[in-house]
């Protein structure tokens, strides 16, 4: 920008002269002192000058004035000149002595005169007249009205010379049509005063003042009110000035009408062409000129569509003036001007484009004027072959890059090239092609690329790549020079041999950096540089380089090889590492030198045209100069660049037994386009994994050229033992282009490990100079990578594909123990014994080892399954550590037997078995001290598992069978005191309960009984009348029992109440107790008893309410009198009964019947029993059936039926419940519903 | 208006931001430098647009990357992650996404059928950088397919540029 009048390229702004400022000459404290210098700084801090202003803040440019300040002349005569009318403008064209005489376009002074000397307002700051407030107390004698009269008289004085002065101010300002405003500065007690407002009214009049925004009165204030003021003083200003410039516009406009049609009144170009006499100002010209005055105006009232408007009139009119070298012929001074002009429209255009947010409209119109100048240029003999061109074409992206630099500190928004498009929209739009325009919009839519504007430093990019070229074209007439053609050097090129090319572009692209730098997005930057700035710093480093600044040069090129390294974009590497190493050479850096070249033998790819400069420039760094510290090695660490030879390390198995070994192949191919044959390597280093030292092959010189694929025997080698064969092996360490070296040999080791090859390493050794070039074991230059391959055949060389992953390492384990694990159970075990598992361990190998065996009992998901095993002495839930087998020699082997025992349900059961060996080591009691090799032998132990399920049964199905019966004894009478003892066994209602148990053997196993009893846990509610086991019979037990085989115990119970029947179960008072155990003949079983409890079942109440217990003999005699007893018990805890007793007399032919036949019985009170006798007499024989009594309990009916006497229904009575029957010869009932109601079903057996 | 798209050069990039294969069309041999620069700088932008969709991922079409000097660089992200670039010559037309998302997207087919010949895995080394073997091999001077694919591409969009040149 600084290579362009700031006049022409400043955004313009209403321009505010301000007079009566005038710093004071000394620091005081005077409140108007205070306040003249606030306001001075903060009318001046309203803008500054800036290009870049888009705001539109209503703001003026302040200009601190003289108070008397003279404006200048419209015209160089004087006003009463009779020439005056005709007269023009000093700066005018057609003012011989203006600088633009005769055909000047337009000059910065011209905006210097709008922008320094001529305002649009005008703000004189005055200080009213205040009569002195002391006069009071000076003099106190003196009246008040004639003090008032004297302070009257004074400020009407003073107030009258104020006006004559702004009204001599205004008068000249009225000419020129300035606004003309006052500020009149006033303490804070004038404010206040009741005359003011008649003085200030009286100045207004007296000076001509306008009525509206010219008065202002201003007290001093803080800076913050000032701001206001300021502020407010420039909204009322503001309308005037943008009046006064649309005057000025108007005025301008027609002239230019005036011109525009007097066009044809000017002499043509061809009357004077001929001549070599300035030639005035061509219409186009004019048009140029007036346009450009309008769009600064447009520009100073804040009108930018306006300006941009008349800006491009302009520009359109310089085009054409250019495209005509007669109205502009080249290289002369106006065409100078013109093409200065032509470029700050442009960026003005440009600006106002992206004021408005354009980027486009301003991207295209700077690339236009690009394209169109440069078209001019090839016209004017400095096309692109100068470097003229260039150097303009420089100015143009810098200048762009400057602005929108400035821009983006400040309000523009750099737009971002998305794609307006995404695939689902463009779906969306191709299910919807009826609708035509969405899918042109979907068709067209994209941008120029060419308009998209980016970050300005890609202009600044631009800028120093067209500087370069600017250099490029110097440096080329330089030449020209030297050779002595000096025929088309340019007038421009006695400067540009005083331009520091270098400078700028390393300035240029400094700018470039840091833009980029910043436009780096975030996240890139915490991890790496951006890719776009070290492509910059690249081209900063070329820079360096050529300006001879190789310190610098190889500072960068050390940052951006790291990243290309590290990111594999080798293709970029080897013009760097060129450049980078002819920096070194140039500083003489040996070293580097050395690593650079060695790391660019490793950029095979690339084809050279001499394939051993390389190693010739290598040869000749070595051989010329000495290393600074010769007993150092240089290592040259090329672990992130490409190695020199694509290397691979393959080891034959994947994983070997200790002492045995495995075969290797270490081979180094040559790059195929670079020759290294005379690369004088030393010797290769083969680091291997646990090795202390590394193995060396030396290099030994042969007569015959080394073969493309050359094979190397290394041998055996071990990692623990270094004493091998040392410096013995060597092999040709040369090669061809492309050639390949495989070393082959075995590897073992003593100790369990991994065989690996971690590094090798390449020496040179010439001159005193020692490099090690470390290479990975597995590498290659092509990214592809190659695949492993083995070398089966030298002649005809074959090779193997590797198809194993981590094919460069082998794993070394201890040989697995030979050994032989049996489990001998007998399955399935029963619960509640002792289950013997037999463990064996036979050595079947030809060592001898220390076994020890882990068991471990899984926990079961099984309810109340209490499971233990037991070995030896030790017994455990769970785990079992440690049980030792001994030391068992090759062939032996040793036995435990696990006890298991089960309990709870059945199921299944299992066991883990660890069994441990360790080689005997109770050999090697005479190296004790070698502790080392005791820790390695005790890490080789073998675990072999094994996992046992055992399922389990129960050795017994047990079914119970359980009935009641009513007791029949009569109840004791409700009063007997006997059933108030607490020891009183009340089972009346309970009665008794009648159980047996069936215990089945359900095998598989026999089973040998040795005792069944019953242990009696009599409880209050249960006890155990008599049991069919208590009867001792001798020949019972013991007795083997067969799968199938059955054994059932009969048990009575009494059961007892309290009063109240609960609902629970009453436990089964006793269990029995069966001992028995396996029958077999394995010696493992134990000849223990086990024992299995299985408790009684769990009883119920009987709960009856009322029941009739009919008692009547079996068996009778014909015609012999029996007696039918009918017990009605009242088994309800609380409710009386009434029961009626009816004798069916249809079921009576059997029997002549003595007895009640129908009747009530006193009502049955709650635990109470009534007895009733009949006589029967048989009178048939046979199966008779029993007469039927019926019985009901009428209590129910009579509530009901009292319930519904007031209804006064007389139907009958309800009979009532029927009250159930039992026959206590058949009462086996359990429950309550068993039997029909009546006795009907029984029967008696009549004898004759 | 014709698409006047000039193809410079087609750059495949790995996902780890390896280059794959680059191309060059045009016909100064001693430029092929030069995009395999405007190939690594493009990365940083195609992070920078992949990073700021973020949520709305699968979107393949990054757009224009920027244009400098003479080029004008496009780029395009698989969802497998591998980016392809694009360098037109820089001409004063517009581009229209959807013919560069055409050739992006024959560009992409061309590579996953290329990728597809499973006799690439047989030729990669199956060391430890196993899972990504298949992409730098792709484009290895023994598989020419691919190479013909992509070079077909560009004689494609050469002459298409060319035949509506001449219709207009």
Redesign the interface.
């Known amino acids: 920008m600084n290579s362009y009048p700031p006049e022409l390229l400043a955004q313009l702004a209403p321009i505010m002269f301000v007079a009566g400022l005038d710093s004071p000459a000394t620091k005081s404290q005077d409140a108007f002192q205070v306040l003249t210098l606030r306001l001075r700084d903060a009318l001046l801090a309203q803008r500054k000058v800036a290009i870049w202003q888009p705001e539109k803040t209503k703001s003026f440019q302040v200009v601190l004035v003289d108070r008397d300040v003279r404006f200048p002349p419209r015209k160089l005569l004087p006003l009463d000149d009779p020439q005056y009318a005709a007269a023009h403008s000093p700066l005018s064209p057609l003012t011989p002595s203006s600088p633009l005489h005769p055909d000047g376009l337009i000059a910065p002074i011209w905006i210097r005169k709008h922008t320094t000397l001529l305002p649009s307002v005008f703000v004189l700051f005055l200080r009213i007249f205040e009569f002195p407030p002391q006069a009071s107390k000076t003099l106190p004698d003196l009246p008040d009205v004639d003090r008032d009269r004297e302070r009257e008289q004074e400020e009407r004085k003073r107030d009258t010379e104020l006006s004559a002065e702004v009204a001599l101010r205004k008068k000249s300002m009225s000419e020129r049509g300035i606004k003309l405003t006052v500020v009149l500065m006033a303490s804070r007690r004038m404010l206040d005063d009741p005359t003011l407002d008649a003085r200030l009214t009286f100045i207004r009049r007296q000076s001509g003042l306008d009525s509206r925004a010219a008065l202002f009165v201003l007290s001093p204030v803080s800076a913050a009110e000032l701001n206001d003021f300021v502020r407010s003083l420039q909204q009322a200003l503001y309308e005037s000035a943008v009046e006064y410039y649309t005057a000025h516009s108007k005025r301008v406009r027609r002239k230019r009408n005036r011109h525009s049609q007097a066009h044809s009144s000017y002499p043509g170009p061809a009357a004077v062409s001929g001549l070599n006499i300035p030639r005035p100002l061509r219409p186009e010209g004019w048009t140029v000129r007036y346009e450009y005055k309008m769009a600064c105006f447009a520009e100073f009232r804040s009108e930018d569509e306006v300006a941009l408007k008349h800006y491009q009139d302009a520009y359109d009119m310089l085009i054409i003036m250019f495209g005509s070298t007669a109205i502009l012929p080249p290289r002369t001074k106006r065409w100078a001007e013109a093409k200065v002009l032509a470029d700050c429209i442009n960026i003005k255009i440009v600006k106002l484009y992206l004021y408005n947010n354009e980027h486009a409209l301003a991207l295209s119109h700077h ?1 236009t004027h690009i394209r169109q100048f440069g078209d001019f240029s090839r016209g004017w003999g400095i096309g692109e072959e100068t470097f003229e061109f260039w150097s303009w074409v420089a100015r143009q992206h810098r200048i762009l890059a400057e602005l929108l630099d400035q821009g983006v500190r400040s309000a523009l928004i750099l737009p ?8 689902q929209n ?1 779906h969306a739009l191709n299910q919807s092609t009826r609708i035509p325009g969405e899918l042109d919009f ?11 504007l ?1 970050h300005p430093g ?1 202009y600044y ?2 800028a120093a ?1 067209c500087t370069e070229m600017r250099r490029e074209r110097f440096q080329a007439a330089i030449e020209a020079e030297l050779s002595s053609q000096p025929g088309n050097l340019s007038p421009g090129f006695a400067n540009e041999k005083k331009v520091e090319h270098l400078a700028i572009i390393l300035e240029l692209y400094t700018k470039a950096y840091e833009l980029f730098k910043k436009y ?2 975030a ?2 930057q915490t991890q790496a540089q ?3 700035t ?2 910059i710093a ?1 081209r900063i480093a070329q820079t360096y380089h050529q300006s001879g600044k190789f310190d610098m040069a190889v500072r960068f090129f050390e940052r951006i090889a790291r990243t ?1 390294r590290r ?3 080798y ?2 590497l080897p ?1 760097l590492l060129s450049t980078w190493y002819t920096c070194a050479q140039q500083l003489g850096d040996v070293e580097l030198s050395i690593c650079l070249l060695i790391e660019m033998l490793g950029h095979d790819s690339v084809e050279s045209e001499d394939p051993g400069s390389l190693e010739e420039d290598l040869l000749a760094v070595l051989k010329s100069a000495v290393p600074a510290t010769p007993e150092d090695t240089l290592v040259v660490d090329l672990s992130e660049a490409q190695p020199i030879f694509n290397s691979s390390v393959i080891l034959w198995t994947p994983d070997i037994n200790v002492g045995e070994s495995s075969a290797f192949q270490i081979s180094l191919t040559a790059p195929t386009c670079r020759s290294i044959k005379s690369i004088p390597f030393s010797s290769l280093a083969v680091y291997v994994k646990d090795r202390v030292s590394p193995l060396i092959i030396r290099h030994s010189p042969s007569d015959t050229d080394p073969p493309l694929l050359g094979v190397v025997n290394l041998g055996h080698i071990t990692p623990s033992n270094d004493d091998d064969l040392g410096g013995s092996r060597t092999a040709d360490l040369r090669w061809h282009p492309g050639s390949t070296i495989v070393f082959r040999g075995t590897m073992s080791s003593d100790v369990p490990s991994v065989l690996k090859v971690t590094k090798l390493a390449l020496t040179i050794e010439v001159n005193t100079w020692k490099v090690e070039i470390p290479l990975p074991p ?1 590498s ?1 230059r ?7 391959r083995w070398l089966s055949s030298l002649d005809p060389p074959k090779f193997i ?8 390492f082998t794993a070394i384990t201890h040989v697995p123990h030979q050994l032989d694990v049996s489990l001998v159970h007998h399955a399935p075990a029963f619960l509640d014994e002792s289950y013997p598992i037999v463990v064996q361990v036979t050595n079947t190998d030809s060592r001898t080892f220390d076994i020890v065996v882990d068991i471990l009992l899984q926990p079961t998901e099984i309810d109340d399954a209490v499971n233990y095993i037991v070995v030896d002495d030790q017994q455990s839930s769970g785990l079992i550590k440690g049980i030792q087998f001994g030391v068992l020699g090759p062939g032996a082997s040793g036995k435990k037997t696990i006890h298991l025992f089960n309990s709870g349900a059945g199921g299944e059961r299992m066991i883990d078995v660890s069994i441990q060996s360790r080689p005997n080591d109770s050999e090697d009691e005479t190296n004790e001290d070698d502790d080392n090799e005791n820790d390695l032998l005790s890490d080789d132990k073998t675990e072999t598992l094994r996992t046992l399920v055992i399922p389990t049964v129960n050795p017994f199905k047990v079914t119970s069978d359980v009935s009641y019966r009513h007791k029949q004894e009569p109840w004791p009478g409700l009063a007997n005191l006997q059933t108030f003892d607490a020891k009183f066994w009340d089972d009346r209602r309970g009665g008794e309960a009648i159980a047996s148990m069936k215990f089945e053997c359900t095998g598989p196993w026999n089973l040998l009984l040795d005792s069944v009893t019953l242990e009696r846990e009599d409880n209050i509610q249960a006890k155990i009348i008599e049991c069919s086991t208590d009867q001792d019979d001798a020949d019972m037990f013991p007795a083997e029992y067969l799968p199938g085989d059955e054994f059932r115990a009969i048990y009575r119970i009494s059961l007892a109440t309290d009063e109240e029947i609960s609902e629970d179960l009453i436990l089964g008072p006793g269990r029995f107790v069966v001992k028995w155990r396996r029958n077999g003949q394995d010696a493992e079983l134990d000849d223990r008893l086990c024992t299995t409890f299985i408790s009684l079942p769990s009883l119920r109440h009987p709960s009856d309410g009322l029941v009739a217990l009919l008692n009547v003999p079996p068996v009778a005699t014909l015609h012999d009198p029996i007696t039918l007893s009918l017990i009605i018990r009242n088994y309800h805890p609380s409710r009386s009964a009434n029961i009626a007793v009816q004798l069916e007399p249809d079921t009576l032919d059997g029997f002549i019947v003595a007895g009640l036949r129908s009747g009530h019985i006193p009502v049955l009170l709650p635990g109470a029993e009534e007895k009733l006798l009949w006589r029967l007499i048989p009178v048939e024989c046979g199966h008779v059936r029993i007469p039927r009594l019926k019985i009901f309990n009428k209590r129910a009916a009579i509530v009901a039926a009292q319930g519904s006497d007031q209804s006064g229904s007389n139907a009958d009575i309800p009979s009532g419940e029927v009250v159930r029957v039992v026959n206590v010869g058949h009462d086996r009932g359990c429950s309550v519903d068993v039997g029909p109601a009546g006795g009907e079903d029984h029967t008696i057996l009549v004898l004759p | ?1 014709p698409a006047n798209l000039t193809l410079n050069a087609v750059a495949f990039i790995s996902p780890q ?4 294969f ?1 191309r060059t069309f045009s016909k100064q041999n001693e430029h092929a ?1 030069k995009y ?2 405007v190939a ?2 493009s ?3 195609i ?3 992949v ?2 969709s973020g949520k ?1 991922a ?12 003479d080029v ?1 660089v496009y780029g395009y992200v698989t969802p497998l992650k591998v980016k392809i670039v694009l360098a ?1 010559a ?12 055409m050739i992006f997207k024959a560009l992409h087919m061309a590579y996953y059928s290329a990728t597809s010949n499973p006799f690439l895995k ?9 899972e990504k ?1 298949p992409y ?2 792709v484009a ?1 001077p023994k598989w020419k397919a691919f190479r013909n694919r992509v070079d077909e591409i560009s004689r494609v969009v050469g002459s298409a540029a060319n035949s509506q040149t001449s219709y207009s």
């Open positions: 690339n971002v090239h998305k794609p307006a498009l995404t695939s463009l979907a068709r067209s839519a994209g941008i120029n690329p060419s308009h998209a980016q890609f990019y631009m790549r780096t997005p996240s890139s951006g890719r776009l070290l492509w690249y290309y990111e594999k974009w293709s970029m013009p597995c290659s092509v990214q592809a990578g190659h695949a492993p594909p590797i198809e194993r992953e981590n094919y460069d | 208006m931001n390896h280059p794959i680059i430098i395999h620069y690594h700088t990365l940083d932008v992070e920078e647009r990073n700021a709305q699968g979107e393949c079409y990054l757009g224009l990357l920027y244009s400098m000097e004008v037109f820089l001409s004063d037309a517009i581009v229209r996404d959807i013919e560069v998302t047989l030729e990669a080394s199956n060391g430890a950088n196993n073997s730098p091999s290895s």
